[in-house]
């Protein structure tokens, strides 16, 4: 059974930077991609970026990049999601996934963490 925890969130000024971190557990991940999901109220969830665990290939949704940037450290088993120039409209709550496919929907992905709290002041 695959789990995963995210850490990280928290308060910060527009502007600011902040890390999340998903530490993962289960079965090998060398197949697997990672994702990381946002949804804020009244939203729906949003893909925010992806990685895959075996090439590193990266992508990113359109509204933050150039600005967030996701990573994994194999050894640790933890994928990463640098954020910088954070917006007000980055406000969300931030989900860890893992999938088999390249997907970027959020339908595609069969493992979720519990979430973690991001809110960006003006």
């Known amino acids: 059974q695959v789990q995963l925890v995210e850490s990280g969130g928290g308060l910060v000024q527009a502007g600011g930077s902040l890390r999340l971190s998903c530490a993962a557990s289960?079965?090998?991940?060398?197949?697997?991609?990672m994702g990381w999901f946002r949804q804020a109220p009244g939203k729906e969830r949003e893909f925010v970026a992806r990685?895959?665990?075996?090439?590193?290939?990266?992508s990113y949704g359109d509204s933050v990049k150039g600005r967030f940037t996701i990573s994994r450290d194999n050894a640790k088993i933890t994928v990463y999601l640098q954020m910088t120039s954070l917006k007000p409209e980055d406000t969300a709550v931030y989900y860890c996934?893992?999938?088999?496919?390249?997907?970027?929907?959020?339908?595609?992905?069969?493992?979720w963490g519990q979430g973690t709290q991001v809110t960006v002041s003006s």
């Open positions: 996934a893992a999938t088999y496919s390249s997907t970027t929907r959020a339908a595609g992905y069969r493992y």
């Open positions: 289960g079965p090998t991940f060398s197949n697997y991609n």
């Open positions: 990685i895959s665990w075996s090439s590193g290939s990266t």
